[in-house]
């Protein structure tokens, strides 16, 4: 297994950025010789690459499941673009990092085996821009999602961490949104009219996540009336690393179709 830490100027992004990315080997852990299917891993909120990669051991997920995983920071910006402050965050996400990462490392280039998926802030991240760039990411990985950040009154979630103020400079308000890529319903529902592109989807959390649960337990009952191409797992947890390290092993076994007893409840 390779670690690497990469450093390359962003164009979307107007500065120097630091990927840190796993590598696999194909000797004693797994079969699977170059290129790689990749995992772009977007973190939560007050979050780094680095830091989600120590606390959730995803080196050793890279060794055992046999894919490339690079970690993507997003600076508590949700991952969206924007424009005023010449951060585009979402065009970074679904299509710089890819096309840099592809041209230096061994990654595969086929649609079937590139990933995106993330926690929390980073799992909203995850499906907005999956959906965004269905041509570039085949499966979507959501951990805890952030699906639900504010109302159509603009008032946060309760619970949320996300200072109100930060949430609307960064997202804007419910009418700018409304309609858009940041809108997961729309979103989704966008990409259902397209069912050959749409990704597959899995999602996840915890029984005693008091953060996301009950919105995750929402969008999941929406994503099985539309027969979206879903896979569930809820288990006992809360919102932390402890419980994304767990579910980290019914994800890979999702992205990858290496299953077992242990892969996802189907929806």
Aim: proline share 6%; glycine share 12%; hydrophobic share 35%.
């Amino acid at each position: 297994m390779a670690n690497l830490h990469l450093n390359f100027r962003s164009d979307c992004l107007s500065r120097s950025v630091y990927p840190v990315v796993f590598l696999p080997d194909y000797t004693g852990w797994n079969e699977r010789k170059p290129p790689y299917p990749t995992l772009y891993f977007l973190p939560g909120y007050s979050g780094g690459g680095l830091e989600t990669a120590t606390f959730t051991n995803f080196s050793l997920f890279s060794m055992v499941y046999g894919i490339a995983i690079v970690m993507v920071d997003g600076e508590n910006s949700f991952y969206v673009d924007d424009e005023a402050r010449g951060a585009l965050f979402s065009q970074y996400v679904g299509r710089e990092i890819v096309e840099v990462t592809r041209e230096l490392l061994p990654l595969s280039r086929e649609r079937d085996e590139t990933f995106i998926g993330g926690i929390s802030m980073g799992g909203y991240g995850a499906l907005v821009n999956g959906l965004r760039f269905p041509r570039t990411f085949g499966k979507i990985a959501m951990l805890s999602p952030a699906l639900e950040l504010t109302n159509r009154d603009d008032q946060p979630t309760p619970g949320c961490p996300v200072p109100h103020g930060e949430l609307l400079a960064t997202l804007g308000r419910w009418k700018q949104y409304e309609g858009t890529y940041k809108d997961v319903r729309h979103a989704t529902q966008k990409a259902l009219e397209d069912p050959a592109s749409m990704p597959e989807l899995f999602l996840t959390w915890g029984r005693q996540d008091g953060l996301v649960g009950e919105s995750c337990r929402r969008y999941a009952s929406e994503l099985r009336e539309a027969g979206a191409p879903l896979a569930l797992y809820e288990a006992e947890g809360g919102h932390d690393h402890a419980f994304w390290k767990r579910a980290l092993t019914p994800c890979c076994q999702f992205l990858t179709g290496k299953g077992g007893e242990a892969a996802c409840i189907s929806g």
